[in-house]
């Protein structure tokens, strides 16, 4: 599959993001949890969302990933308990859309990898995923997922 892939310089995005650990095939409870905690918190403060669900990645080991789960929101705001204000950093990116199963996004980062050091960037080994659709509502061949590789 052909990807699109657009670099970017942005601005420093405030979220609100649980930060843990967990293995590969524990994600969809993990995030599940993840987001319905966090909801749950915005609903109770009255705070509306900036942007789509993500999961940042801060390493790749299957069996140990170190991620945050989050919202974007307008402005920094405090969190609680094990929820915690965030942000995704400002500076150059690149990004591609995914279209598919969740489970199939390795091509798109595939492709990723490859442009990135073609085009003269290096990335910070940091990923992010957008989730531009809601998965109980959607067709898996039909789920949007804007990956996003912050650069050096």
Not at 103 to 110: E, L, T
Request: proline share 7%.
């Amino acid at each position: 599959m052909p990807y699109q892939i657009t670099l970017e310089e942005k601005t420093a995005q405030p979220t609100i993001a649980i930060r843990t650990r967990a293995a590969v095939e524990n994600l969809p409870q993990v995030l599940g949890k993840a987001f319905g905690d966090i909801m749950n918190y915005l609903t109770e403060i009255g705070v509306q969302l900036a942007g789509a669900p993500y999961v940042g990645y801060f390493n790749m080991d299957m069996q140990d990933l170190d991620i945050e789960i989050g919202f974007p929101v307008a402005q920094a705001i405090a969190g609680k308990d094990h929820i915690q204000a965030s942000e995704i950093p400002a500076g150059k990116q690149v990004s591609c859309l995914h279209t598919g199963p969740y489970n199939k996004v390795d091509s798109a980062y595939n492709a990723m990898m490859e442009w990135v050091p073609a085009n003269g960037y290096t990335a910070t080994g940091v990923s992010y995923e957008f989730y531009l659709n809601d998965p109980e509502q959607t067709p898996e061949s039909e789920l949007l997922t804007k990956i996003v590789f912050p650069l050096k």
